[in-house]
């Protein structure tokens, strides 16, 4: 079982920044894929980024590629989403989630958390 507490999100500028923190909590953190996902309001739920169980790999979607970077600290059992030159597209519900495969479907993460609002202004 893996617990997962998004914190960072927030009201922010176009061009702005943000930098989302998951903490993890409970047994195996170290063997999950880490994930982000966001959902807008209308929208389905969408993968954003993943780094694998190592930190050695990582894999973004084409709309944030190049603007944010995932990373992950296992002795702090944290993921991280660094955000830069925020759009307004990007404003969603962002969920962080943890999984056995590496790869970018939600039905391939098992623990998700609660969820944090990123809101970016025109």
């Known amino acids: 079982q893996v617990q997962l507490v998004e914190s960072g999100g927030g009201l922010v500028q176009a061009g702005g920044s943000l930098r989302l923190s998951c903490a993890a909590s409970g047994r195996d953190f170290n063997r999950h894929t880490m994930g982000w996902f966001r959902q807008a309001p209308g929208k389905e739920r969408e993968f954003v980024a993943a780094?694998?169980?190592?930190?050695?790999?990582?894999y973004y979607d084409d709309s944030v590629r190049g603007r944010f970077k995932i990373s992950r600290d296992h002795a702090q059992n944290s993921a991280y989403l660094e955000m830069n030159g925020l759009k307004p597209e990007d404003t969603a519900v962002y969920y962080c989630?943890?999984?056995?495969?590496?790869?970018?479907?939600?039905?391939?993460?098992?623990?998700w958390g609660q969820g944090t609002q990123v809101t970016v202004s025109a």
């Open positions: 989630a943890a999984g056995r495969v590496f790869g970018e479907l939600a039905e391939e993460y098992d623990y």
């Open positions: 780094v694998a169980s190592n930190g050695a790999s990582t």
